[in-house]
């Protein structure tokens, strides 16, 4: 089944302990990209990546870093969470200007 | 700068009426526009895009969108709403020209009354 995977679907964390986001897709797509999904603010993309090591950011970069290394991955990392990055984020992949969106992975920064 | 507005939070319709769902759009290119649905605790699910050609777009879920450049809009409809409909939709836009970067809106949420 194609499909964008993320994991964990849910983490409670606390300030400044690094952590990763795994985001995954079997379509063989270029493009990726991470969004976060806050109320009244809707999706905002945080960083996105053309393909293999071509990665640019998005408008709310701070605080993330990404990579990608094949072409099938692109993890979010968050090397010092605070708590105003709790939120929920979207990994979506795309071959032409369609995204696919993965399931969400809701974040709790303590 | 890119920037998508949806002006209203919430719509609510009656069921079997016809919605709208409205988006006005900002882009210094040609612009690709996009609506999806995010029902709850679900990811986005692609609804349909404009690109170039037809003003009119027929998508999933018998919704369709009218590309409007003078008025820079890009308005969702359904002629006959159903309860089944009711979710959070998103208007998306991107800049042909340029940077590969999406600009969501904040989001409108539909509420079908049966």
């Known amino acids: 089944e194609a499909q964008v995977t993320q994991n964990p679907r849910y983490l409670i964390t606390v300030t400044g302990k690094k952590l990763t986001v795994t985001c995954s897709q079997n379509m063989n797509h270029e493009y990726m990209s991470w969004y976060r999904q806050d109320p009244g603010l809707g999706l905002r993309q945080i960083y996105y990546s053309m393909n293999v090591e071509v990665t640019d950011k998005g408008d709310v970069p701070e605080g993330y870093k990404v990579s990608r290394k094949e072409k099938r991955n692109f993890p979010l990392i968050l090397e010092s969470p605070s708590p105003n990055q709790t939120s929920l984020y979207f990994c979506a992949s795309s071959s032409g200007e369609t995204q696919y969106f993965g399931p969400g992975t809701r974040l709790l920064v303590l | 700068a890119q920037s998508v507005a949806q002006p209203e939070d919430q719509v609510n319709v009656a069921e079997g009426n016809p919605l709208t769902v409205k988006c006005t759009y900002s882009v210094s290119g040609n612009p690709y526009l996009f609506w999806y649905v995010q029902y709850p605790n679900r990811g986005l699910q692609f609804l349909l895009k404009?690109?170039?050609?037809?003003?009119l777009v027929k998508g999933s879920y018998g919704f369709e969108a009218e590309f409007n450049k003078s008025q820079t809009s890009f308005h969702l409809k359904k002629p006959s709403a159903l309860v089944s409909d009711s979710a959070l939709y998103f208007c998306a836009v991107r800049d042909s020209s340029g940077t590969y970067k999406y600009i969501f809106g904040t989001g409108t949420r539909l509420k079908v009354l049966a």
């Open positions: 404009y690109i170039t050609g037809d003003n």
